[in-house]
């Protein structure tokens, strides 16, 4: 009976590149030149310190873009609210989110089933969802429907088995 997996997952090498390239970037160009804006890459988090908010949602915008250029899909970050940190700076946590969480995880096996396609299945397996069907074509219909759908974390289809 052919199957595959759903998961969410995150190239940590290139998300560490990503935030490598934005600081080497931060620490050459001129409008960031003496401000003490800086990224740091913790265990699933990424920091950022800048003194304003403007120069803070500039720090993200070049964070955003090396990480697109990196191939790492934004739904993987997860911004914190803007803190207050010392000496009137302000700092925000962006959260790495890998994994499908129980939540999405039932809002997929809610998409699968109202496709109502006959002799298809979903069903949780940890952090990813494997759905089987009995046609193949019926599978990469479900591929193409939660393609399409938006559920606010990147999705990897792979283990197809036939």
Do not use: C
């Not at 030149?33 to 949602?57: C, F, H, V, Y």
């Not at 302000?90 to 396609?117: F, P, Y």
């Amino acid at each position: 009976m052919p199957s595959f997996d759903v998961t969410s997952e995150i190239d940590l090498q290139e998300v560490r590149n990503a935030v490598d390239q934005a600081s080497r970037e931060v620490a050459t160009r001129f409008d960031f030149k003496n401000t003490g804006s800086s990224l740091e890459l913790g265990e699933n988090e990424i920091t950022l310190n800048a003194p304003t908010e403007d120069r803070l949602r500039a720090l993200s915008q070049v964070l955003e873009e090396k990480l697109v250029r990196r191939q790492v899909s934004l739904k993987a970050l997860s911004y914190g609210r803007i803190e207050e940190a010392s000496k009137g700076a302000v700092r925000q946590v962006a959260t790495l989110n890998a994994g499908i969480s129980s939540e999405k995880a039932k809002a997929i096996n809610k998409k699968v089933k109202e496709l109502n396609l006959k002799g298809v299945s979903s069903q949780t397996q940890g952090d990813q969802v494997r759905v089987t069907g009995k046609k193949r074509d019926d599978l990469q219909a479900v591929i193409a429907a939660l393609k399409a759908a938006d559920f606010d974390i990147p999705l990897q289809f792979g283990n197809f088995r036939d």
